[in-house]
């Protein structure tokens, strides 16, 4: 009705849907914010919450009720900012710190698994952990780079930000121009630099793993190559007492040689064939021997959010909804602009 959001926008907010791509739209009347696991829309006076997890909206509310008013009261870059800038502002905020929380938690949990891994690298092949946690990065990067790739689109569209200005549009009746836009800007930017630097994080986490993957393969090929190596010289071992044994299964026959009178015949044929199977040995001993390469030592360099450390070594769309679709939201929240 007074917020006039198309049908095709209310997909957006309806819990009953599935989780869509991360979309900030500026509507003539309202911000339409939708980054999991937050659902708003924000108008110049008050916001809008939707949210399918009651955790996510008992911690969204509180933050509206404490940051929203402090920053109005303190302002930024010393002036105060419109209601509609404060509530998106404080929904970044509570984005960001979840990714980040969301990253920081998977960080000691691959550090040691790291570390088991460099000690001990065939532990990991009935151990799927490293595994999972790649994956759980994946879809943190996924989700960070949604995020991010929507704050770049409205830094790109003046027209959007200056659209944004919901309370100088309720006061005027007319929007900003599409070059006063600074606030925005700024706070976009900010926000755009906070979403980059998870990004980096998790990009460095997934090199991490993906380093290590390669150092433990080499730690195992060089396993593999030496069990490869232990069974060539059992082979070399076994030709080369055949080859000994050829000499003395030949004199063993019952045939006449004439050196079956000679006292020294028995000896000098044992040494021969001794000699022979030894020398034949360590021939070939000599032409497939491998020489052993120290195992490197890993280390790695990370930023933890913007601190520095050293780690030694991760259904069918819904059909498009008609203007008649009868839409329900529940858990839904709203926080009206305090009374000054």
Not at 135 to 157: G, M, Y
Not at 227 to 236: A, F, I, T
Not at 272 to 284: C, N, Q, R
Request: with cysteine; aromatic share 8%; hydrophobic share 40%.
């Amino acid at each position: 009705g007074e917020m006039k959001i198309p049908a095709r926008d209310l997909r957006m907010l309806d819990i009953a849907y599935p989780p869509q791509i991360a979309t900030v739209l500026v509507r003539d009347r309202v911000i339409i914010f939708h980054v999991e696991p937050v659902r708003a829309v924000i108008q110049h006076n008050r916001v809008l919450i939707f949210n399918r997890n009651k955790e996510d909206l008992d911690a969204i509310i509180p933050m509206l009720h404490e940051y929203i008013p402090q920053v109005a009261s303190t302002g930024e870059f010393g002036l105060a900012l419109p209601f509609e800038f404060r509530a998106l502002e404080a929904l970044l905020i509570y984005v960001c710190d979840k990714y980040e929380r969301q990253v920081s938690a998977l960080q000691p949990n691959i550090d040691a698994e790291i570390r088991s891994l460099q000690s001990n690298p065939e532990h990991q092949l009935n151990n799927l952990a490293l595994y999972h946690y790649k994956k759980e990065l994946s879809r943190a990067e996924v989700d960070v780079r949604e995020v991010k790739e929507t704050l770049i689109d409205l830094l790109k569209h003046d027209e959007d930000m200056a659209s944004m200005y919901l309370s100088t549009k309720a006061a005027t009746g007319y929007p900003r121009r599409q070059n006063q836009h600074e606030e925005i800007e700024v706070l976009l930017e900010n926000y755009l630099r906070q979403i980059e630097q998870v990004e980096g994080v998790i990009h460095e986490l997934r090199d991490l793993i993906t380093v290590t993957e390669e150092y433990a393969n080499l730690q195992l090929d060089s396993v593999r190559n030496r069990m490869m190596r232990y069974n060539l010289v059992l082979s070399v071992g076994t030709m080369s007492a055949a080859i000994g044994g050829l000499i003395t299964g030949a004199f063993g026959m019952n045939l006449i040689t004439g050196l079956e009178d000679n006292i020294w015949a028995f000896g000098i044929m044992s040494g021969l064939a001794a000699v022979t199977a030894i020398g034949s040995f360590i021939s070939l001993k000599k032409i497939f021997g491998i020489k052993y390469l120290a195992h490197p030592t890993l280390l790695v360099t990370r930023r933890k959010f913007g601190h520095n450390y050293h780690a030694s070594t991760l259904s069918n769309p819904p059909e498009f909804s008609s203007p008649h679709t009868q839409h329900t939201f529940p858990n839904a929240y709203t926080y009206n602009q305090p009374t000054p």
